[in-house]
């Protein structure tokens, strides 16, 4: 199956633990893309990635860092100055072809820090 | 900020087609309008897109009105199943800007 997997699905950790979230995509799609979702609202930006080792800021990223090592693959790591961490974490991926391209999105990521 | 306004939430007939409408005043002339629905704890669901022609797919049809301000999206025939929040996008490029999007309730 071609798609988007993201894991795991609920994780639990305890404040002033990092934590870092997989993704992972097959689709060969050159963007990838971070996003976080509080209960009731939509989707806002952390990170996102058009090639690899390259990756920019989107508008929340403070308490985050990533990686772009491999094209399939754009990890987040939630840090512990992350103020509010709980939340829905959704990954998604697009290819590179004009703007027409949309987004797939993988299953998410529920984050709860106690 | 979003770029597009939409109703917070809208009822519909199982078996009757759902239009759910989103403005877009602002949209520039590069700019896509996309739709993706969000079933409950789910990632989101690319629906459909255009730019400034009318669009239809399996899942749904796109009105965009000539001046591109507002679009409607069309269920033909909703569903329950259809039951979701759906977000209305306007976009050139890389980034996403949802909104807080239409919650879409369908009754038996």
């Known amino acids: 199956d071609g798609g988007i997997t993201q894991s795991p699905k609920y994780l639990f950790r305890k404040e002033g633990q990092n934590v870092t979230l997989s993704c992972e995509q097959n689709?060969?799609?050159?963007?990838m893309y971070w996003y976080r979702q509080d209960p009731g609202q939509g989707l806002r930006l952390i990170y996102y990635?058009?090639?690899?080792?390259?990756?920019q800021k989107g508008d929340i990223a403070e308490g985050y860092s990533v990686s772009r090592e491999k094209k399939e693959s754009f990890p987040l790591t939630v840090t512990s100055a992350q103020k509010n961490p709980t939340a829905f974490y959704l990954c998604?991926?697009?290819?590179?072809?004009?703007?027409?391209?949309?987004?797939?999105f993988g299953p998410g990521t529920r984050l709860t820090v106690t | 900020d979003a770029k597009t306004t939409q109703p917070t939430s809208m009822d519909c007939a199982e078996g009757r087609a759902a239009n759910l409408p989103c403005n877009h005043s602002?949209?520039?002339?590069?700019?896509?309008v996309y739709w993706y629905r969000q079933i409950h704890s789910q990632g989101p669901q690319y629906i459909i897109h255009?730019?400034?022609n009318n669009e239809t797919n399996e899942m749904a049809s796109l009105i965009i009105t000539e001046d591109r301000k507002s679009s409607t999206l069309i269920l033909p025939h909703a569903t329950l199943r259809d039951t979701a929040v759906y977000y209305c996008?306007?976009?050139?490029?890389?980034?996403?800007?949802f909104g807080g999007g239409t919650r879409l309730m369908v009754k038996p």
């Open positions: 602002t949209i520039s002339g590069n700019e896509y």
């Open positions: 996008i306007n976009n050139a490029g890389n980034m996403l800007t």
């Open positions: 998604a991926s697009r290819r590179l072809a004009g703007p027409g391209g949309e987004q797939y």
């Open positions: 689709l060969n799609h050159d963007a």
């Open positions: 255009g730019l400034k």
């Open positions: 990635s058009q090639i690899v080792n390259d990756f």
